[in-house]
């Protein structure tokens, strides 16, 4: 840092790349909502159908699915979250102080990629919902095929722009709506199908016991085989399939840029509202709908999309799901790509550079090969950024535990890093290389890949000047640093403070909606435990499905309108 530092006006700097404010922080709920928002997704239905697909067993879901999503909940815990609120920065601005121009803009084009098709597949996903409504035929190619299929995606997608332009508040805010709803509907599609499930198994639609719902799942829903007879994927596959999902944002760090914003490292926790109530219970939740949507239709369940499978399991509230779902996660994703497009052009708003890449976004939607290949996406995309936590990681944790200097390169003022970018190269050659070479099961492939990139990069930063000491650099750091909180101090203080609404209307409205969610699961409840044949089933399936869209309905209004209330109030 040149010596000018003291001189920077902060006011030119844009917010983005400077440290959150204290004033900015969030509290745990915030999180809890964002990430049982981004985590009970429209793809829960495609990951329920591919752990079916796959052969898994029941006792390999119920059990690999909740130990790889608590070692995903650890990962966030002890990983990412420590990084994000010592630093208060996204990994965009912190990888642009260790690692310079050269790989900063690389790697952030590469998300920016990634997560620009992450959001297309979502707004795919939702628009099979709309499809559905409006009977548009299933879109079975890799290109458009009907037009009406187009403007369906295009309304979807414009909503999902305009929320992820308006950055994390609304992002939240929209994800700790939906949160409680969906996992309210994820909780309720079973209950209704299971007594289909039940009577094509065990010939009643009575399940009286754990025995029987372990029959029922054991023979209809996770057999233990392939479609082909083949014998499936075991308990360790179950695992490192739920651990790896969301390597990109947890050992690839990507997640710095929501939980910068936190307030205490522990709100890592909060990311167990979607492993665990997302992940966990909604993929098994979607197997049990996929399943029993198929013995309704007389389809395969790999034959069924989304929008299929939530509606016979939930009526018009589960073209609701898939759609709101849908949103919930591309507009976390579509605000990380908006972050990355923003830090390569920095002369640039992130409403704007999010706009740019949303319209982008939108056109990719329309091309339905970006939902049927997502699962390799996330896969190959986790590998291809776990090079680049490892990297993070060794400078943030590493560096100062074994006396080299963290942000060497920004103190050297150099905008190429060769350690990083080689760093960055050798890790993809190793991973991709194990992966070749079939060593190990793919899932755990980043684990190797993580340390190895540590190693390296160690090695080489040392070699370039990490063990040089920069006294009089840091120094001038520190004194930016002390600049930018007292700049953001006053900026604070201009703020008028917020109030909970306490009035009786708001608490009249947060009764109704939560009432809403709790009549239905009493009425998904009713049809699960009160069918005594086919002909009472279809009679509580149908009232649950009218009722439970005038609670959703009921919910929507009258949580959205408390929140408004509530934000509204001021100082």
């Known amino acids: 840092m040149s010596s000018t530092s003291n001189k920077i006006d902060i ?121 559905f409504a409006l009977d548009i035929p299933a879109q079975l190619n890799w290109y458009p095929t009907n037009m009406a299929f187009v403007g369906v995606v295009a309304a979807v997608g414009v909503i999902v722009v305009l929320v992820a332009m308006y950055g994390f508040n609304a ?17 309720a599609g079973p209950l209704v199908l299971m007594p289909v499930l039940a009577d094509a198994v065990i010939g009643s639609t009575t399940v009286s016991s754990w025995a029987d719902f372990m029959e029922i799942g054991s023979t209809s829903v996770w057999t233990g085989l392939t479609q082909s007879g083949e014998p499936g994927i075991g308990l360790m596959e179950v695992i490192g399939f739920s651990w790896a999902a969301n390597t990109i944002t947890h050992f690839g760090l990507i997640d710095m840029a929501l939980l910068r914003y936190a307030k205490r490292k522990r709100y890592g926790l909060c990311t167990s509202a979607g492993m665990l109530f997302g992940h966990y219970i909604a993929w098994i939740s979607a197997g049990i709908m996929g399943a029993g949507t198929a013995v309704l239709v007389q389809k395969s369940i790999v034959q069924l999309d989304p929008g299929d499978v939530a509606y016979h399991a939930l009526g018009l509230s589960g073209l609701v ?15 990380r790509a908006g972050l ?32 049927t290949k997502l699962l390799p996406l996330l896969t190959y995309a986790g590998l291809l950024v ?86 009089e650099e840091k120094a001038q750091m520190k004194a930016f640093c002390e600049q930018v909180e007292v700049y953001q101090t006053e900026q604070g203080a201009k703020l008028p403070d917020h109030v909970d609404d306490i009035s009786p209307v708001t608490r009249v409205l947060r009764f109704v909606s939560v009432a809403s969610l709790i009549v239905t699961i009493i009425m998904a409840g009713n049809t699960f435990l009160l069918s005594a044949d086919i002909a009472s089933y279809e009679s509580n399936r149908d009232l649950f499905f009218n009722l439970g869209f005038a609670c959703t309905l009921i919910y929507f209004s009258t949580a959205y309108w408390a929140m408004r209330r509530q934000k509204a109030l001021v100082k």
């Open 11 to 131: 006011s030119q700097i844009s917010d983005e790349q400077l440290p959150v404010a204290k004033h900015q922080l969030k509290g745990w709920k915030h999180f809890m909502g964002l990430y049982a928002g981004e985590h009970v997704a429209a793809t829960e239905f495609v990951f329920g159908a591919t752990f079916v697909a796959l052969g898994a067993t029941m006792t390999d879901i119920l059990l690999g699915l909740l130990v790889g999503n608590l070692l995903a909940v650890l990962s966030w815990t002890l990983i990412t979250t420590p990084i994000a609120v010592e630093t208060r920065l996204s990994l965009y601005t912190y990888l642009q102080r260790i690692a310079g121009d050269s790989m900063t803009k690389l790697y952030n084009w590469a998300n920016v990629i990634i997560f620009t098709v992450i959001s297309a597949a979502m707004i795919t996903v939702s628009a099979t919902a709309v499809r």
């Open 171 to 187: 992002v939240s805010d929209f994800s700790r709506i939906c949160a409680p709803w969906l996992f309210t509907m994820f909780i």
């Open 321 to 335: 799901i898939v759609i709101v779902a849908g949103w919930t996660t591309a507009n976390a994703n579509l605000y």
């Open 340 to 371: 990355a497009a923003q830090a390569i052009f920095k002369d640039k708003s992130r409403n704007k550079t999010t706009a740019i890449v949303g319209a982008v976004t939108v056109c990719i939607a329309c091309f339905p090969f970006v939902f």
């Open 386 to 471: 776990v090079p680049v936590g490892a990297i993070v990681f060794a400078e943030h944790v590493i560096f100062p535990k074994i006396g080299y200097t963290r942000y060497w390169a920004h103190y050297r003022e150099l905008t190429h890093s060769t350690p990083a970018v080689a760093s960055w190269g050798l890790g993809l050659v190793f991973g991709f290389g194990l992966n070749a070479l079939d060593v190990i099961s793919f899932y755990y492939l980043f684990i190797p890949t993580w340390f190895f990139t540590i190693f390296v990069y160690t090695v080489l930063a040392g070699k370039h000047g990490a063990k040089e000491d920069y006294t």
